[in-house]
């Protein structure tokens, strides 16, 4: 009984998983916009998954396109609809913690956490003006619930989307 009582309270505390985000505030508004192409995501760190700078990108393309709020939304080039109705997201991931780092914080030996930050830009694909700019960040208490991190930060990213259209 004690050790299902543990189990139970290691398993609840391994789903922590947080998301903050801030943006600019924009006069433009998405909805002005037929179409949102989604890039792949950039990073100078060179131990962050590589996979992930795409795994993000195509996961948020997919949730802002279940909405229904754009023409198109994808992953990748639009093509078909000129680029005066198509705005670009830019990503770049500036600050990763992999679950590998072990910190002394607080008196305390913490290890396993993983955090992340992705800046993130809006662009006019027309004229490559900035239409807002903001930043998502995460951050999971237990670093084998990093593949969660990176599907709740998509969904941030889609909240920061949602919050400009």
């Known amino acids: 009984m004690i050790c299902l009582t543990v189990f139970a309270l290691f398993v ?35 131990y962050f998954p590589k996979d992930a700078l795409t795994k993000l990108p195509d996961k948020t393309a997919a949730l802002i396109e279940a909405e229904n709020k754009f023409k198109e939304v994808k992953y990748g080039e639009i093509e078909n609809i000129p680029a005066e109705d ?54 999971s208490s237990t670093g084998f619930m990093a593949k969660d991190i990176f599907e709740s930060m998509a969904e941030e990213i889609v909240k920061y989307i949602n919050e400009t259209y």
């Open 86 to 139: 198509t705005i670009v997201l830019l990503g770049e991931v500036s600050e990763y913690r992999p679950s590998s780092d072990v910190s002394y914080e607080g008196g305390a030996l913490k290890f396993g956490e993983v955090s992340i930050a992705i800046k993130l830009a809006l662009v006019n694909k027309a004229t490559g003006d900035e239409i807002a700019t903001g930043e998502v960040n995460g951050f």
């Open 12 to 46: 609840s505390g391994c789903t922590n998983i947080k998301t903050t985000s801030y943006f600019t505030p924009t006069k433009t508004k998405l909805r002005d916009f037929q179409a949102l192409q989604v890039e792949t995501f950039e990073t100078e760190i060179e």
